[in-house]
C-alpha cells in the first residue's frame, strides 16, 4: 500500500510548490521515492502474472521524474504533485500500451491504454478496430470491463470521422478517439488501505484484454 506520509508530502508540496522548500525537504521526498520503486516493482510482477510482455520493465524505467517541464507552459510551477508510474514495454518512455497508476490526493487513479500515439500509429490502432470490430466490442463488453471502466472509453473523440473509413461505419463513434485509453477514479483510501494490490490487480487484469488488442495494432507499425 501507499503510505499515508506520500500523500501527507504531496500535500505539503501542493501548498508550496517552491524549489527552496523542495530543497528543505529532499530527503524526505528520496525517502519516499524509495518506497514507491518498491510498490512498483511489487505492481510489476503482479502484472507478471497476466501480461508477461509489459511486465519486461523496472520501476526505475516506469517512474515519472517530479520535476515538471515548464519550458512551454505558463504554469511555472517546478514541480509535479504525484507519484506516476507507467508500466509496459519500455517503461514510460515506450508505445505499448500499459498500466498507470497516479497517487495524487483528491485526483487518484488507474488508467492504462496508449495516450496520444503517432499519426501513423493511431490509424493502426483504427484500422484493426475496423477490422476486428466484433471482437474489439466483447472486450468492452465483459463484465469485468464494464465494472471498472464502464461504457465509455477515457479521451477526447473528434467530431467527424477519421479520414480513410467509411462514414457510414455503424461503430464509428469507436474510431473518433484520439488515444486509446482506459481510467477509473480511486479514492485516496484504496491506495492505503489493505486492499490496495486486490484493487489495482482486479483493474489491471480486466484491462490486460485491450491492451493486448492495442498491441497487436501496433506491433510492426513504424513508430
Not at 72 to 83: A, E, L, M, R, V
Not at 130 to 138: G, R
Not at 146 to 163: Q, R, S, V, Y
Not at 187 to 201: A, F, L, N
Request: proline share 4%.
Amino acid at each position: 500500500m501507499i503510505s499515508k506520509e506520500t500523500f501527507q508530502f504531496l500535500k505539503e508540496l501542493k501548498l508550496n510548490n517552491t524549489k527552496e522548500w523542495f530543497d528543505e525537504n529532499r530527503n524526505t521526498y528520496a525517502g519516499l521515492r524509495i518506497k514507491f520503486e518498491q510498490f512498483v516493482n511489487l505492481l510489476i510482477g503482479e502484472i507478471g502474472l497476466f501480461d508477461k510482455e509489459s511486465a519486461q520493465t523496472t520501476a526505475k524505467a516506469s517512474i515519472f521524474r517530479i520535476n515538471r517541464d515548464i519550458r512551454f507552459s505558463n504554469d511555472k510551477q517546478p514541480y509535479k504533485t504525484n507519484f506516476g508510474a507507467f508500466i509496459a514495454k519500455g517503461g514510460r518512455k515506450g508505445v505499448n500500451a500499459g498500466y498507470y497508476i497516479h497517487i495524487e490526493p483528491g485526483s487518484c487513479f488507474l488508467a492504462g491504454g496508449i495516450y496520444m500515439p503517432s499519426g501513423t500509429m493511431l490509424k493502426a490502432l483504427r484500422t484493426e478496430i475496423f477490422d476486428n470490430i466484433d471482437e474489439f466490442k466483447s472486450i468492452l463488453e465483459e463484465p469485468a470491463f464494464l465494472k471498472h471502466f464502464g461504457t465509455e472509453l477515457w479521451g477526447e473523440k473528434l467530431k467527424t470521422a477519421p479520414k480513410g473509413f467509411p462514414k457510414d461505419f455503424p461503430e464509428m463513434e469507436y474510431l473518433k478517439y484520439k488515444s486509446y485509453t482506459l481510467a477509473k477514479n480511486e479514492p485516496d483510501s484504496i491506495y492505503t488501505g489493505v486492499g490496495c494490490i486486490d484493487e489495482i490487480r482486479q483493474v489491471f487484469r480486466a484491462m490486460a484484454p485491450f491492451n493486448a488488442f492495442l498491441n497487436r495494432a501496433v506491433e510492426n507499425v513504424d513508430r
